[in-house]
């Protein structure tokens, strides 16, 4: 495991005007058995469950200031989406500045729109881009608003 006091720094703090981040668009967290954990999470957090994917068996979870996808696994929370004005400047912005490129941008759409995704890995983290300024839908291409 990485201790993050002693670990290089990735990102030079710079005099850049650019902010790639417009803040954080969801968690994704890896359980057993999302539609479960969605219960669970509705009941005990008064979260709504507001989308669901049938294809992937996740569900999105909603409350004030929160977003939080669960999707099949055991890993605990494996990405932090993070919603940005322009996922191709924000990947780039990310890679010239040490962040290792895990998927470069690319278009997914709907009958919603269009949005895109780009991913990115910062020590062990990875970091999705979302760009849904072109987009409508209830979360992402391909999940159905509950």
Not at 52 to 66: D, F, K, Q, V
Not at 103 to 113: A, K, L, M
């Amino acid at each position: 495991m990485t201790d993050i006091f002693t670990a290089p720094t990735y990102l030079a703090l710079d005099d850049d005007p650019f902010e790639p981040c417009a803040g954080l668009d969801a968690v994704v967290l890896a359980v057993p058995d999302p539609g479960r954990s969605a219960e669970l999470y509705r009941t005990a957090l008064a979260l709504r469950c507001t989308a669901h994917h049938p294809g992937l068996g996740s569900y999105l979870m909603e409350g004030p200031g929160l977003r939080q996808l669960l999707v099949p696994g055991s890993g605990g929370v494996v990405d932090l989406a993070l919603r940005v004005d322009d996922a191709y400047a924000a990947f780039d912005y990310a890679v010239d500045r040490g962040a290792v490129p895990v998927t470069e941008p690319y278009e997914s759409g709907d009958h919603w729109g269009t949005v895109v995704l780009a991913t990115v890995a910062l020590g062990p983290a990875t970091h999705t881009l979302v760009d849904r300024g072109r987009y409508l839908g209830p979360y992402l291409p391909g999940y159905v608003a509950l």
